[in-house]
């Protein structure tokens, strides 16, 4: 049985006493939670002081992005080690946004994967389509060369440690959302080419979240579909009300 991860995304917000203030709401509001995976990804100016006050909790403590090299003449980026170094288990790789604003391709983000996986991060591989491209039908296409580009060369061993995350690219911060039957069908398709590329019993293992304007009132009905198994929230993650009931999603 897949366990959800049910994950926030905070991207470019929250100082670092902003960050402490969210974590210490979200410690007691969702501190009886044990039957699903909690993960908040602050920016990472927050990453030490929300990893100390999440010390004894239930929810764990993921970094936004990493640069594909241990150390070295890299200004402004940040490896692998270090996120360890501060608590870090989970890092988001291949956003949107950073393929959209940083030019990001599937054969960098493969190599960002890979570096993860040898110092024991456990990647959230994101993928999905634009608007254009859905409308263009080519959204299956897409999100299925995503998946195999940006996993090339990683073995069954290393994916039982890969999350992926599909984000429909028209639907992240727009407040449109895929419909359940939408999101399920992608996820299918997800999970059909990891069949392919895997075998069936890593396919069936491998969590496929969903994240794309996931809120209170429609986590619910998203989290019913059998191939849904988590959320990776951006905009509703921030407030501790809004995603506490996010992670108390029922079927």
């Known amino acids: 049985m897949r366990v959800p991860l049910m994950a926030g995304n905070w991207k470019m917000h929250k100082s670092v006493s902003q960050a402490s ?13 044990t039957d ?14 929300v990893a100390e006050a999440l010390k004894g909790s239930n929810i764990e403590l993921g970094a936004q992005n990493i640069y594909p090299q241990e150390e070295g003449a890299y200004t402004g980026e940040i490896s692998p080690p270090m996120l360890l170094d501060v608590g870090c288990r989970y890092v988001i790789l291949g956003h949107s946004e950073r393929r959209r604003h940083f030019k990001e391709t599937d054969e960098f983000i493969n190599r960002k994967v ?12 994101c993928v999905g389509e634009t608007l254009e491209q859905r ?6 296409a897409v999100v299925t060369k995503q998946v195999r580009e940006c996993l090339a060369g990683v073995t069954g061993e290393g994916m039982k440690e ?8 028209w ?20 999970r059909d080419v990891l069949r392919g590329l895997y075998g069936q019993e890593t396919a069936e293992a491998t969590r496929i979240i969903y994240g794309g304007s996931v809120k209170p009132d429609n986590v619910d009905d998203l989290m019913r579909e059998p191939d849904i198994d ?6 509703a993650s ?3 009300e809004s995603f506490a009931r996010i992670v108390r999603f029922e079927k």
């Open 135 to 140: 409308e263009a039908g080519q959204e299956v």
């Open 21 to 33: 203030a969210l974590v210490q709401a979200l410690k007691e509001s969702l501190a009886d939670v």
């Open 162 to 169: 890969v999350v992926i995350a599909y984000e429909p690219v």
């Open 230 to 235: 988590g959320a990776l929230v951006g905009g």
């Open 36 to 49: 699903r995976e909690i993960l908040v990804c602050p920016p990472f100016t927050a990453l030490y002081p």
């Open 171 to 190: 639907a992240i911060g727009t407040g449109r959302t895929a419909t359940p039957e939408q999101a399920q069908t992608m996820h299918q398709t997800i």
């Open 114 to 125: 890979h570096l993860a996986l040898e110092h024991g991060l456990r990647p959230i591989l």
């Open 238 to 240: 921030m407030k501790a």
